[in-house]
C-alpha cells in the first residue's frame, strides 16, 4: 500500500511569493491533515479535514493560507505571499476515521 | 499549560539500557495516545498506540497508559544506537481525530 505522498519535497522561494504543497493520502483514508514542524518542535495542526470538509481550521492563517481538498482525496495547502516565518516543514497525514496517524515526507520550506 | 507536556532532553542511555519516556496530558475526555519516532530530518513514524489503561507491549516497546494521572510513557528495553532520535507524544482531544503533539523528548543511545 503506498503511503502518504507529498510534493514538493523541498521549496525555495523569496518572501511575499506565493507557494503550493500537494498531498495525496493513503487510499482509503478520509481524514486528512496539515500540519507545520518548526525546528525542535512537534507538529501543529493547520488544518484537518473529513472527506471534503474541513472541520478544524483554527489554526490556519487565513489572511494568507488556504486549502483544498477537491473530491475529498488529493489535498493542496497554499501561502501568499510567503514571509520569512513561514520557513517550516509542512507535514501531510491521513487517517481512517478515529485510528492511526501517518504521515508523508514533508514539503521543506524556505523563505529568503 | 501546554496540552501534551515532555521532557525536551536530551534523555541519554547506554546501549542494552530501558530508556523511559513520558509524557502527560491536559484534555480528560482524551481516548487515543500515540508515539511516534522522528530522525533527523525525516518525519515522524508511527510505533505504538494505546487506547486503554494498563500498557500494550510490541517487541521492544511498552506503551503504558494511566488516563487517571493524565499520563502515557513509552519504554523501550534493550536500547539501541538506533533507537536515538525525537519521540513524539501525540493525543486526541476534542474528538478521536484531532491529535495533538507534544514537542518530543530527544533520545541519544550511546556504545
Known amino acids: 500500500e503506498a503511503g502518504v505522498v507529498q510534493s514538493p519535497r523541498y521549496k525555495i522561494i523569496e518572501k511575499k511569493q506565493p507557494v503550493a504543497f500537494w498531498c495525496n493520502p493513503i487510499?482509503?483514508?478520509?481524514?486528512l491533515y496539515w500540519y507545520l514542524q518548526n525546528l525542535g518542535q512537534g507538529p501543529e495542526l493547520l488544518i484537518r479535514?473529513?472527506?471534503?470538509?474541513?472541520?478544524?481550521d483554527s489554526q490556519l492563517p487565513k489572511d494568507r493560507f488556504s486549502a483544498e481538498r477537491l473530491k475529498g482525496v488529493d489535498s493542496t495547502l497554499k501561502i501568499q505571499p510567503a514571509e520569512l516565518g513561514d520557513s517550516a516543514v509542512y507535514l501531510c497525514?491521513?487517517?481512517?476515521?478515529?485510528?492511526?496517524?501517518?504521515f508523508g515526507e514533508g514539503s521543506r520550506l524556505t523563505v529568503l | 499549560q501546554k496540552e501534551v507536556e515532555q521532557n525536551s532532553g536530551p534523555l541519554s542511555v547506554p546501549e542494552g539500557a530501558i530508556a523511559s519516556l513520558n509524557c502527560t496530558y491536559s484534555?480528560?475526555?482524551?481516548?487515543?495516545f500515540f508515539w511516534y519516532r522522528q530522525y533527523s530530518g525525516k518525519s515522524p513514524e508511527l510505533i505504538m498506540s494505546?487506547?486503554?489503561?494498563g500498557d500494550k507491549e510490541d517487541g521492544r516497546f511498552t506503551a503504558q497508559l494511566n488516563k487517571a494521572s493524565q499520563y502515557v510513557s513509552l519504554l523501550i528495553r534493550d536500547s539501541q544506537p538506533s533507537d536515538s532520535a525525537t519521540y513524539l507524544c501525540?493525543?486526541?482531544?476534542?474528538?478521536?481525530?484531532?491529535?495533538?503533539f507534544g514537542a518530543g523528548t530527544r533520545l541519544a543511545v550511546h556504545p
Open positions: 497525514a491521513s487517517s481512517r476515521r478515529g485510528r492511526e496517524l501517518f
Open positions: 487510499s482509503g483514508h478520509n481524514t
Open positions: 479535514y473529513e472527506n471534503e470538509e474541513a472541520v478544524d
Open positions: 484534555d480528560r475526555g482524551s481516548q487515543s
Open positions: 494505546i487506547y486503554s489503561n
Open positions: 501525540a493525543v486526541s482531544s476534542g474528538g478521536y481525530n484531532k491529535l495533538i
